[in-house]
């Protein structure tokens, strides 16, 4: 059914208060887990990420940085704010701020994007990402430009859904040349 339903399912069933995602071909850094504890029941934040890093092509952790710091939309002309968000592979909400924003939107299409569209709604909402260093993820690179072409066009519908769905963050695509 798609990323959003997976994570909201696994929001349904877990027991705690701080809900903690990472993909499932991934590596979590030794302390990953209390990273997220710490930056959510401990300091307060609402939600929270961290560094990604490279797994080689072995799958063995990598030092290689993909992205270290949020990812974020700035303010276009007319949008209320800059818009930080995290990548789905590595980011932990307070149970209170996913059940604000609604959990995570399963009419999005299957792959992609539902980590903007979160960022996004928590912005709305007024509710913040903290980003902390030791919450670290290995992430795996698609292998070859077909399967990074591949993912890249994947995830272009969604994200077309989510600049629909938030006119109030994107500058109108339709005066674009």
């Not at 909402?125 to 992430?139: E, F, R």
Request: charged share 20%.
């Amino acid at each position: 059914v798609g990323l959003p339903h997976a994570r909201n399912v696994g929001a349904r069933h877990a027991s705690t208060d701080v809900l903690v995602y990472c993909d499932a071909d991934d590596v979590v850094s030794p302390g990953w887990v209390r990273a997220a504890w710490d930056a959510i029941g401990v300091e307060g934040h609402g939600a929270v990420s961290g560094p990604i890093l490279a797994l080689d092509e072995q799958g063995r952790p990598d030092d290689a940085v993909i992205m270290d710091e949020l990812d974020g939309i700035g303010a276009s002309p007319g949008a209320l704010r800059d818009y930080p968000f995290f990548w789905g592979c590595n980011f932990a909400l307070a149970r209170e701020a996913f059940s604000a924003a609604g959990g995570f939107d399963e009419s999005l299409p299957p792959y992609g994007c539902d980590d903007l569209d979160m960022g996004i709604r928590l912005g709305l909402l007024g509710i913040d990402i903290a980003y902390s260093p030791v919450m670290q993820v290995h992430y795996r690179l698609p292998s070859g430009p077909r399967q990074r072409l591949r993912r890249k066009f994947r995830a272009g519908v969604p994200q077309a859904c989510v600049w629909q769905r938030h006119p109030t963050v994107y500058e109108d695509p339709s005066g674009v040349q």
